[in-house]
Nanobody
């Protein structure tokens, strides 16, 4: 069992930045792939970014490429999402998730491939 706790969400103006953190329990964090997803009201939960176990490969949704950066610190059991140049359409609840079985170095983008989820953190971008 893995527990994930997100933090760092909030209200920010368009063009601003936020950094989300996701702290994981357990001693096997460094073996997992990690992903960030988001869900806006009335919409499906969608993939935002993913990172392989050693941080060597990262993947992004087209909508955030060039603005968001995913990273991880395995010594701290934490994955981050740096969000820059935020837009109102980035408003959503953001979730981090663990994928324990994947074809390294590729990260899945389907939510059903992920095993554990955090409770989510709200990000609101005002225009």
């Amino acid at each position: 069992q893995v527990q994930l706790v997100e933090s760092g969400g909030g209200l920010v103006q368009a063009g601003g930045s936020l950094r989300l953190s996701c702290a994981a329990s357990g001693r096997t964090f460094s073996t997992y792939g990690m992903g960030w997803f988001r869900q806006a009201p009335g919409k499906e939960r969608e993939f935002v970014a993913g990172i392989v176990r050693n941080g060597g490969n990262t993947y992004y949704a087209d909508s955030v490429k060039g603005r968001f950066t995913i990273s991880r610190d395995n010594a701290k059991n934490t994955v981050y999402l740096q969000m820059d140049s935020l837009k109102p359409e980035d408003t959503a609840v953001y979730y981090c998730a663990v994928v324990s079985s994947y074809r390294y170095p590729y990260i899945p983008k389907r939510r059903d491939d992920y095993n554990y989820w955090g409770q989510g953190t709200q990000v609101t971008v005002s225009s």
